[in-house]
């Protein structure tokens, strides 16, 4: 008895441990699937959209998958992952990389964005010619460039570039919208020296005592006219004969130098002016109406070429002391009437002799001595005359032969009676006459200042070209016109 009741007590303990362990089991597996609920946790290794560079290699990010628990995260269970898509780095533009993973009941799905740009500015390139440079004020001359984008390709020809305070920029943009950019520095500078031009040429030449005007130019391809920077060394003594060298000198600023020489020859004047070398090229100058207030001022000139004229005086403007200075020194005198009033002279042979008289008295006066030359005033072709006395020129003429006098005419005019004002201008008609005749008897008038400023380059002009200077004598030509009253 005591056994079966031991057994039956032992098969109720075993009944109550078996429902224990079910509902102990129910309890995990309710806990398991019901209270932890599973899912999987997918993680891709990058953000949610991601932006890369044109052409740059892009690697997938990769993603990873576990299946995990909401309450029991320490389990992670790994679990595959496709991902669909792909990124081509040469195309621009947005892709979607998705991402999945499966496990029975459960998904797991992420996508990200990959977009690739063009960030790259397109890279100019300066070409640099060697040796190149700019002159200072010019434009630069483009040496070249190029530019190239990583996307757009060649782009060259659409860069512009401005040239600002020594530099020039150069920019592009490329369709992308990102602007590549040069800087050059633009150098400056300058090889060419200044010419110097000297005027009247390298080599110059002139008689003693003549006024030396040295006259030069300089001009540089940068700096323009440079004419005072110019410095000459050397001296020219236009007082003694000799050969003189003049240097002239001139830098600009970047450092060019232009020298020139000059060679002045100043010669001696002739030492015997009034000895003829040419029968055919002698002159004599003669100068009426005077003396004037130019008179000295000539005879310092005739005296410093040592050439001798002839002056045919009046007494019309007073300085009758040149008459004295004019026969010192060497000069013909002869008559030309004291007052050269036509109508006063011409009114009557013996007006003109009377008037001639006075000349004559006058003339002994200051030399000591008479002439026996003369000139009529208008010449003895004058036709004035006639309006006052006619024949009487026919009629002088023959007197002053009786009277042992010589008269003059002229067969080369100066023109200063007439339309010539300047000295170019009595030059050039002094000249030509002279060129034309050989033997030429020059009528002047030192009563005309620009008359005595022709005769130095009127002397040395004809010294130069071998005539001879000869003073009027009573044997020499007359030059007579032929009487016309
Ligand atoms: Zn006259």
Redesign the pocket.
């Known amino acids: 008895m005591k056994r079966t009741g031991t057994k039956k007590r032992k098969r109720r303990r075993q009944n109550r441990y078996g429902i224990a362990a079910a509902v102990l089991i129910a309890c995990i597996l309710f806990f398991l699937f019901f209270i932890n609920r599973w899912r999987i946790d997918l993680t891709v290794e990058s953000e949610d959209f991601t932006r890369i560079e044109y052409r740059s290699s892009f690697e997938n990010p990769g993603a990873s998958a576990f299946v995990t628990g909401s309450i029991l995260r320490t389990v992670r269970i790994p679990v595959p992952v496709k991902s669909e898509g792909s990124v081509d780095t040469n195309w621009l533009g947005t892709t979607f990389l998705t991402y999945r993973a499966e496990v029975l009941w459960m998904k797991a799905e992420k996508k990200i964005e990959v977009r690739v740009a063009d960030t790259t500015p397109p890279v100019i390139s300066l070409a640099h010619i060697e040796d190149f440079y700019t002159l200072p004020g010019q434009p630069y001359e483009e040496e070249g460039f190029e530019a190239v984008d990583d996307h757009d390709g060649d782009l060259t020809d659409q860069v512009t570039s401005e040239e600002k305070e020594g530099f020039v920029y150069y920019s592009v943009t490329d369709k992308s919208g990102n602007t590549g950019r040069a800087v050059r520095e633009i150098f400056y500078d300058d090889r060419e020296a200044p010419v110097i031009t000297l005027e009247g040429g390298d080599a110059v030449s002139f008689y003693e005592g003549r006024d030396f005007r040295d006259a030069y130019s300089a001009v540089d391809n940068v700096q323009g006219d440079m004419t005072d920077k110019v410095t000459v060394e050397g001296e020219v003594d236009t007082n003694t004969p000799g050969t003189y060298e003049l240097t002239y000198t001139v830098t600009d600023d970047f450092d060019n130098t232009c020298k020139a020489v000059r060679t002045v020859t100043v010669k001696p004047l002739p030492k015997n002016p009034d000895k003829v070398l040419d029968q055919n090229k002698v002159i004599y100058l003669t100068f ?2 005077g003396p004037y207030q130019y008179t000295d001022r000539l005879l310092d000139i005739l005296g410093r070429f040592h050439v001798k004229a002839t002056f ?1 005086v ?1 007494g019309a403007y007073g300085y009758s002391d040149c008459i004295a200075r004019e026969a010192k020194e060497g000069h013909s005198i002869g008559v ?1 009437t004291y007052s ?1 009033d036509y109508a006063s002279i011409y009114r009557s042979t013996d007006a003109f002799w009377s008037d001639f008289e006075k000349t004559e008295s006058l003339i002994e006066q200051k030399t000591g001595k008479r002439t026996s030359l003369m ?1 009529f ?2 010449g003895s072709s004058n036709q004035v005359s006639r309006d006052y006395c006619p024949g009487i020129m026919t009629t002088l003429v023959r007197q002053a032969a009786d009277k042992g006098l010589t008269y003059f005419d002229w067969n080369v005019e100066s023109g200063d ?1 007439g339309g010539t004002t300047s000295s170019a201008g009595v030059y050039q008609n002094i000249r030509d006459g002279v060129s034309q005749m050989g033997v030429a008897v020059v009528l002047c ?1 030192d009563v005309k200042s620009y008359t005595v400023d022709a005769m130095e380059d009127t002397i040395l002009w004809a010294l130069e070209n071998g005539y001879t200077f000869l003073p009027l004598t009573s044997s020499s030509p007359t030059a007579h016109h032929g009487v016309s009253n």
């Open positions: 009426d109406d045919f009046t030309h050269h000139r005033p208008g009676a008038h």
